[in-house]
């Protein structure tokens, strides 16, 4: 049997599909089987992987990087010394790391590892292991790597680890070897610093043997339920007692680019169909305090899956697992490890965001090193609608509040950084976190203000159907969003991602005169934007929108700013624009707003107002 070579066959075939959809892309795709022993009294494991690595570059590949994420976890590592230089070091690494003993650090060392029999060269440096090849891997070619690794599971510092703040026996995140990837920008052999995710596509096939006592959660549809139990069996169906004081976990994760497991004595279990077919499986350890808000999580996330898969596309997998673990909440292939001690809503915030990343990271696959605001931005904006759903409150327009006021306090700080750093390389967390997840959030409800609502639902459904199982770039979502918006947008990109400019529009002065109203608007900000305006007079609104010359276009359709009359564009080299609206005006105030829905992030709003009064 040549399971390897099938699947092979099979790729090949879904991979004439979609390379009509995006013409000239490419990436690679690995089926990855693994076999690791869990050693529970040492907290080691040893393991064999078998990688099949396909080549669908259209380069000779010489070497393979692979990554060895448990090295960071040790004193001196990387991690520590790059996060002992940030003004704002997480305290979960550095005050951790400090006090690791020997047997409390992770590591993960490959002991051997051979390509199509032949054996390869590798040296370890520090989280990455470099590999030469014994022979090339030409273009359309697979290569088969065979490879024996030991690891130690570190006492938990960040995300992954044993014995986390909560009593959680294993949380497996970045565990196993893991092959870098290769694309269109080449090898992204980057060290574990801190932000991880990016990953080859492919399927795993991974099984566990452990102590009877543990029940495990994780990536993969378990293929021995009958055998394992815990609450996996099909009840109909009678048991297999397994021989022994070990138990072996069978998972299959089909097309996807990580796998994480975790494992507990304690777990509860609770398995729940979702009204959209998915199999939820909530593992938590439970306490009296916790025990509601967990018992109360899946009705929750029914209605989430429901209302996410309509808006924002369908899940693809017919299984998610939210499962306690980590130190605070990481997506991960078909579920999440959070932490589970928690208030109801806060349990539920948690676990929407962290779902919300399979889309926007799990399916959508950028490059968190290169794009972490299109990860945790998109995921942001997309989880703020969703608890708006859940917990109805404001207008969904209103929805981000949280991210503008996280992006002007990133403004004021002085501390921005461009959004196309490497997510590593910010120099604080500070910057980090309101760039990507606030800067990121906001780059998206301010497309809706360019482009329209509607425009931009589409934007995300398309993204989400034309780019799913690939790794879309910032260049790739804008032209969806020029697509659906028939709207040049590069301009938008060029200064929100790439640069720190900020926006600030004002209204100078405004004056009736013999041919009507006259509006004088100036751009006070650096950045370029089209200007929406409502000029109101007792309870008549009028909505004009001015493009900007370099949108080539308009938006034509908005639900929260249905625009009444098209202005003259505004070529974006002029700082002042003059409006003038012919016709009669009433005796009394008129008020002048920019922006009345808010979505530019305007650094500035006291001039967005103006007020003029009609005597007689
Ligand atoms: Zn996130």
Same mark, same amino acid.
């Given at each position: 049997?040549?399971? %390897? ?64 994420? %448990? ?24 005050? /951790? ?19 199509? @029999? ?6 370890? /440096? ?54 870098? /990837? ?7 052999? /980057? ?29 993969? *549809? ?12 099909? %009840? ?40 959209? @077919? ?25 209605? =989430? ?22 130190? @605070?909440?990481?997506? *991960?292939?078909? @579920? ?55 917990? %109805? ?5 209103? =929805? ?35 760039? =990507? *997840? ?179």
């Amino acid at each position: 049997m040549n399971r %390897p070579i099938l699947i092979a066959i099979l790729l090949c075939i879904a991979w004439k599909g979609f390379a009509q959809v995006n013409p000239g892309y490419w990436q690679q795709r690995i089926y990855c089987q693994m076999e690791v022993d869990m050693d529970h009294v040492r907290h080691q494991y040893q393991g064999t992987q078998r990688l099949v690595y396909q080549n669908q570059s259209p380069d000779t590949l010489r070497e393979l990087y692979y990554h060895l994420y %448990p090295n960071a976890f040790q004193k001196g590592s990387e991690m520590d010394a790059w996060s002992n230089r940030l003004p704002d070091p997480d305290s979960r690494i550095v005050d /951790n790391l400090l006090n690791l003993q020997p047997e409390d650090e992770g590591f993960l060392h490959v002991r051997s590892l051979t390509m199509n @029999g032949l054996p390869a060269s590798f040296q370890e /440096n520090r989280t990455i292991l470099e590999v030469i090849l014994p022979e090339p891997i030409p273009p359309g070619r697979s290569a088969v790597l065979d490879m024996a690794f030991i690891g130690q599971v570190p006492i938990q510092t960040r995300r992954s680890g044993r014995d986390n703040a909560e009593g959680v026996d294993y949380s497996m995140c970045q565990w196993y070897p893991k092959i870098c /990837n290769y694309d269109r920008k080449g090898w992204h052999a /980057n060290p574990y610093v801190q932000r991880e995710f990016y990953g080859v596509w492919g399927d795993y096939d991974v099984t566990i043997h452990i102590d009877t006592s543990f029940i495990l959660g994780g990536s993969g *549809y378990l293929q021995n339920p009958q055998e394992v139990g815990c609450g996996y069996e099909d %009840p109909t169906r009678p048991l297999v007692n397994p021989t022994g004081s070990r138990k072996s976990w069978h998972f299959l994760a089909p097309n996807v680019h990580d796998f994480m497991w975790a494992a507990d004595r304690d777990y509860t279990h609770i398995r729940r169909t979702m009204q959209n @077919g998915v199999e939820a499986h909530f593992l938590y350890i439970r306490t009296e305090e916790n025990a509601a808000a967990w018992e109360a999580l899946p009705t929750y996330m029914d209605s =989430a899956f429901l209302y996410i898969d309509q808006v924002f596309g369908p899940y693809p997998y017919r299984q998610y697992s939210f499962i306690q673990g980590g130190d @605070g909440g990481m997506e *991960y292939a078909m @579920g999440t490890l959070i932490t589970g001690n928690r208030g109801l809503r806060s349990l539920v915030g948690v676990s929407v965001h962290e779902l919300m990343h399979s889309w926007y990271q799990m399916i959508l696959g950028t490059n968190e090193s290169l794009f972490a605001w299109m990860d945790e931005g998109f995921t942001s904006y997309a989880s703020s609608i969703v608890k708006n759903h859940l917990f %109805p409150g404001n207008s969904p327009l209103f =929805a981000h509040q949280g991210s503008y006021q996280g992006y002007f306090g990133l403004v004021r700080s002085g501390l921005e950084e461009p959004l196309t750093t490497h997510a590593d390389h910010f120099l604080s967390n500070f910057s980090y976190g309101n760039s =990507a *997840y606030s800067k990121g959030a906001v780059f998206l409800h301010q497309l809706s203000y360019i482009i329209g609502q509607e425009a931009l639902d589409r934007t995300l459904l398309d993204y989400y159907h034309k780019w799913q199982f690939k790794h879309p770039t910032v260049e790739d979502f804008i032209r969806i969003a020029e697509h659906q918006s028939d709207q040049e947008l590069d301009w938008y990109q060029e200064y929100w991602v790439n640069t720190t400019r900020s926006i600030d529009y004002g209204v100078d002065t405004a004056f009736l005169s013999g041919d009507g109203l006259h509006i004088l608007l100036r751009q006070v900000g650096h950045m370029p934007m089209p200007v929406d305006l409502a000029i109101q007079q007792d309870d008549q609104v009028l909505r004009i929108t001015i493009p900007l010359d370099i949108q080539r276009g308009q938006k034509t359709m908005d639900k929260y700013f249905t625009t009444d009359r098209i202005a003259d564009d505004w070529p974006w080299t002029y700082d002042r624009y003059e409006l003038v609206l012919p016709g009669q005006w009433e005796n009394g105030e008129i008020l002048i707003s920019i922006d009345p829905t808010q979505r530019m992030a305007d650094v500035n709003r006291d001039n967005n107002l103006y007020t003029i009064q009609i005597t007689p």
